[in-house]
Structure formats: C-alpha cells, structure tokens
C-alpha cells in the first residue's frame, strides 16, 4: 500500500475502534457500513481479538463470509476462538473445502474435529480429502470442486456441464478436460466454448495442459502458475487422474504466505502472520527470542576466533581495527548470493542438481567482488598507514568475499536437496558462519604477510 493508503486506513481503524471501546455499537457498525468489503479485512486484523470479533458481528450478512475469507488463515484461526459456536459452525459450513484446509491447520484439534463432525456428509468427504495430503503440498492447497470436460464432448455438452456446476465449482474459466480414465488430456477456456460452434468437438479446440501432481511442493506450483500466467491449475495425483484444481488467486495467496515467512526468516525472526501493531508484543519477542538464542550460540564462534589470534592482535593493534569491516563485507557479499539462489530456486532458475554449476559462478562473482574491493582497500590503506597492512586487507577482501559469496550461494542449494526451507539458511546462520572464517581467513594472512 502506498503511504496515503496506509494514513487513509488508520483513521478509518481508529474511527471503528473509538465507538467499540465505548460500546457504542450503533456508530461502530455505521462505521463499518462505510468501508468498501474489500477493506473490511484488513480493518479487522487491525483490531485486537475482542473488539474484532465485535465488529465482524456487526457486518452485514452479504459481507461477513467474503470478508472470512480474506483474513489471513491464522486470524481466521482467532476470529474463530472469539466467536459463538453457532457463528463458528456456519462460517465453517459456508467456507470452501480448500479454505477450510487452511483454516484447520491453525485451529486447536478438538475444536477442528467438532466443526468437521457438524460439517454435511460431502462436504466432510471433500474437505477431509484435501486435509489428507501432507502440509506444504498442493494437494492440501487445491480446491476439489472444479468442472471436468470429457474428451469426447461437443460444444453444448460442455456448455450443459458448466452451468449444472455453475455455483458451486471453484472456477468455470478454465476447465480441465479428461479422457475414461480422468487422466487430463488438456484444457478449454470458456471464452473458446462460448466462440466456438456448439456442435463441435471439445477435442478440436481444446489446448495443452499444464499439470501438478498433488505431491508437488505449494510454492513451486503456486510459482508455476502465476508465472504461466495460467487461471487455474490442473492438480494429478499419482496416477495422472484429475483430482482438484489450484486458482490463479488462491496461488498468489500461497505465494504472499510463503514469502512473508521467507523474509522473516532472512531478518532472523519468525513470521508473525498477522499486522504488527495488532500482534502482542509477547508474541513478537516468541518471534525472534529463539533465533536471537541460536544466533549468539554461534557468534561464540567469532569470540573463540578472536580469543586464538589475541597474541597477533597484541603485536600490532591496528589490525583490529579492520574487524568491522571485514566481517561485515563478507556478510553482506554472503547474504547477496544466498538471497540471488533463494530467488533462483523459487522461480525454478536452479534445481538443488545445479550446485556445481552455481558454486562455479558465485566463486568467480566473489572473487570479481572481492579484486574490486580488495583494491580500494589496499589505495587507502596503504595511504593511512603502510603499504603492508594495505596488502593484508586488500588480500582479505579477496579471500572473504571470495569464500562468503561460494558458501552464500551453495547453502540453499543444500538446504532444499535435503528439504528444509532456503530461507531457514539464509542470512542469520550465512552471517555467523562468514564472520568466523572470515577472521580466520584475515589473521592468517596477517601473519603469511607482516611475519608475525
């Protein structure tokens, strides 16, 4: 949001919060009357857990799911323990199996069970098929409801099947087709169905498919999606057989998710998953207590590094005073390469099998880096000082920006060869590393060079 729209929706929380704390719920729901639906959501998750669930009650009908479900699935989660079991098990019932999905995971099991329990016997069926895949696939990401075309279709059969389906199919835009086996032969837009002649065959202008298989990680088909600018994606299980589809917005709602933990874990926190002035700031500290306890664990290191090396320090303290910017450019040229590869994962540019490849490149990028700064630094040193300790930090530039970039653009390659999120290895434990060996790196030299 711009900084206008950022100012415009804060007096409009702040106009909506003042009658709540009064208990003037007259004002407060004329207040909320005039904020447009598609606003609504982000008033709400401004607002603390009691006076949230206040002002949902006072929504109008026609708005209160919509606005459900464009909360975030852990604000969802809280709105849900604020609410009367009554409303609870409607908004439950009128959610999507998909939605409901994302919902369950942040719901305590008990209360998730009893709304399952309330759910009809085919919703119950649907929901509990796509809570069956494991989490972070596709599969407990797609919506189940969908219109399939067989093969051997015409034009108007087509047709006949989207508008028997048309209110309660997750999309009718792009419609999977399938041959006897419901294995996906390709897709058909409904702009071509409308244009083409009704008794044609859905075979002659039917495209190729693009497909996911349920297993696939939600981020790389989210990513493939939106990337092939696709409206909706077929999802397959293991064998070929169409069994959901994932919607162009419900992909940009897994690619906003899965990139608001991403940058969390960069800056070395966990994501808070809801807006920061609404978070308790209990919740906030829970956020980042634990990496800031791993982080110093590891600076330790540093601290060692420093403690072997005290003698060469004692013999010329000017060394010492090149620590700062030592460690730091070697951290930032290591953050670079592993935010660059994160990127290149994300968007399918690199696979975990490219490693060599990548190391290869990031060596010469770091050494190119490194020659560059190594140079400045070894002009202005020699000037301020002598020409020996010149060579000494125009040497480590090259060797830590050379080591910091390789180990950067490596590591989230490693980390998704063996699972675990890039994002987890990123800059927090690339920083820590980089500042030890780079230390090591620098008295090393220091003594090959100045002979002590």
Not at 315 to 339: M, S
Not at 384 to 407: F, H, K, N, Q, S
Not at 411 to 428: E, K, Q, Y
Request: charged fraction near 20%.
């Amino acid at each position: 949001m711009t900084p206008e729209q950022i100012n415009e929706l804060t007096i409009v929380v702040d106009g909506i919060a003042a009658p709540l704390s009064r208990g003037d719920l007259p004002s407060a729901a004329a207040a909320l009357a005039d904020v447009e639906p598609e606003r609504l959501a982000e008033v709400l998750e401004r607002l603390d857990g009691r006076r949230r669930a206040v002002a949902y009650r006072l929504l109008p009908k026609d708005h209160a799911l919509q606005v459900f479900e464009a909360l975030s699935p852990n604000m969802q989660g809280e709105l849900i323990g604020d609410l009367r079991d009554a409303e609870v098990a409607h908004i439950f019932g009128d959610l999507d199996p998909d939605d409901r999905a994302w919902l369950v995971d942040e719901l305590p099991a008990s209360l998730a069970s009893r709304l399952m329990r309330g759910l009809p016997a085919h919703e119950r069926e649907m929901t509990a098929a796509v809570l069956g895949y494991r989490r972070g696939s596709i599969g407990r990401r797609m919506s189940p409801e969908f219109v399939s075309v067989p093969i051997g279709s015409t034009v108007a059969g087509a047709l006949d099947r989207v508008r028997a389906r048309l209110h309660d199919a997750e999309t009718v835009y792009t419609l999977p087709v399938v041959d006897a086996g419901r294995r996906v032969a390709g897709v058909v837009s409904l702009r071509d169905l409308l244009a083409a002649d009704p008794d044609a065959g859905v075979r002659d202008i039917m495209q190729s498919a693009q497909t996911a298989s349920v297993d696939d990680d939600a981020e790389t088909a989210a990513r493939r999606c939106t990337e092939r600018g696709l409206l909706a994606l077929p999802i397959v299980d293991s064998e070929e057989r169409l069994v959901g589809i994932l919607t162009v917005d419900d992909a940009a709602r897994i690619l906003e998710h899965e990139e608001s933990e991403d940058a969390a874990r960069q800056g070395g926190a966990e994501p808070l998953r809801r807006p920061y002035l609404s978070t308790p700031i209990l919740q906030i500290v829970r956020s980042r207590v634990v990496w800031l306890l791993v982080l110093a664990v590891g600076a330790t290191l540093t601290v060692q590094v420093l403690s072997a090396f005290e003698a060469t320090l004692a013999q010329i303290t000017v060394l010492a005073l090149f620590v700062p910017l030592l460690i730091g450019t070697g951290g930032n040229t290591g953050n670079q390469a592993a935010t660059t590869v994160t990127r290149a994962l994300a968007l399918g540019d690199v696979r975990p099998r490219d490693v060599v490849r990548v190391l290869s490149r990031e060596v010469r990028v770091g050494f190119f880096l490194g020659s560059i700064l190594g140079l400045v630094g070894f002009a202005v040193t020699s000037l301020v000082y002598e020409p020996r300790i010149g060579l000494v930090i125009g040497a480590t530039l090259i060797a830590v920006c050379t080591m910091a970039a390789t180990v950067g653009g490596v590591m989230p390659l490693l980390a998704r060869a063996i699972r675990v999120d890039p994002a987890v290895f990123s800059n927090p434990f690339i920083t820590t590393f980089v500042d030890a060996s780079g230390l090591i790196l620098y008295f090393l030299i220091a003594r090959a060079i100045l002979q002590i």
